[in-house]
């Protein structure tokens, strides 16, 4: 899971590791980095934090460019992460491929959304 609410961590971990401006999809290019610092890691499966999924959101909204960001930040994770961690390069493929089938999917439903209205 690389998504940035779910994770509490110790403010010198943020001191080298930043946020990319500008993209969408910032948490996948920065959690794996975060991680690679870190000596232990702790999880827990207790919901604590209640996300609220809404139509318009960059996950959930229709396709604009933009949303290529998620490819980019992957394939520099998968890169990364097959260097570091050579065990773990197959499922760094697997996430790379899941963005790829995500980002075809909002793009044929973006497609299939514009042809719907036209008619």
Do not use: H, W
Not at 50 to 66: A, C, E, P, W
Not at 95 to 117: E, G, I, K, P, W
């Amino acid at each position: 899971d690389t998504c940035a609410y779910a994770k509490l961590g110790k403010r010198e971990l943020y001191r080298q590791v930043k946020f990319p401006v500008g993209k969408l999809f910032e948490d996948i290019g920065t959690t794996y980095l975060l991680f690679a610092q870190c000596e232990t890691v702790a999880c827990g499966f207790k919901p604590k934090y209640y996300y609220v999924i809404r139509n318009d959101s960059i996950v959930t909204g229709n396709f604009k460019l933009s949303k290529l960001d998620l490819l980019e930040m992957t394939d520099q994770m998968a890169e990364y992460v097959g260097e570091k961690y050579p065990d773990l390069k197959e499922a760094a493929l697997r996430r790379q491929v899941y963005a790829r089938f995500s980002t075809l999917n909002q793009m044929l439903d973006t497609s299939q959304a514009r042809v719907q209205r036209n008619k």
